[in-house]
């Protein structure tokens, strides 16, 4: 039997249960993950970033420590930080964005994210951490930057809606 798209479900499932498992699985969206895909729309790349330890006492010891981390001032607060890495990570588990830490930005102003209070929170934790542990291997916190963007899945779903 063939599968073709009929209504956004291909025709030999839809004829089963009524949903595609033709490795498409349906994505049902918060109204704050909607918010987010249409600031996406607007501006299409944002910047993130991931805030990671690392040893001075061996180069290959990382840790990610909180990742992603997109900021919308530099006052937010580590319980909102949480709540958009949250959204974040759900918008990229569906594939709808792409999370590069190896790409920047060219024009992208990551000063915020260098002043923010939860990463001047971060950094003094790891240091803390130095002075009453000197042997703690985690010692040194490392700003990773980096941008988000849209998907082609992503680009997919704000035509759907209609965005």
Do not use: W
Not at 50 to 56: I, L, Q, Y
Not at 123 to 130: A, C, D, E
């Amino acid at each position: 039997m063939e599968n073709y798209k009929q209504g956004g479900a291909c025709r030999a499932c839809a004829e089963k249960c009524g949903e595609c498992c033709c490795n498409r699985n349906k994505i049902i969206l918060t109204r704050e993950e909607k918010e987010f895909l249409s600031l996406l729309a607007a501006t299409p790349f944002l910047p993130v970033c991931r805030f990671v330890v690392k040893s001075t006492q061996s180069e290959h010891l990382e840790l990610i420590a909180l990742a992603p981390v997109y900021l919308t001032s530099q006052k937010d607060s580590l319980e909102e930080v949480k709540e958009k890495k949250a959204l974040l990570s759900g918008l990229s588990n569906y594939g709808l964005i792409t999370l590069d830490y190896d790409i920047l930005l060219e024009n992208g102003d990551y000063t915020v994210y260098e002043k923010s209070e939860v990463y001047t929170y971060f950094r003094k934790t790891v240091y803390t951490g130095k002075i009453e542990r000197p042997d703690f291997l985690f010692d040194t916190p490392v700003l990773e930057t980096g941008s988000l963007a849209l998907s082609g899945l992503g680009q997919e779903m704000l035509e759907r809606l209609d965005i």
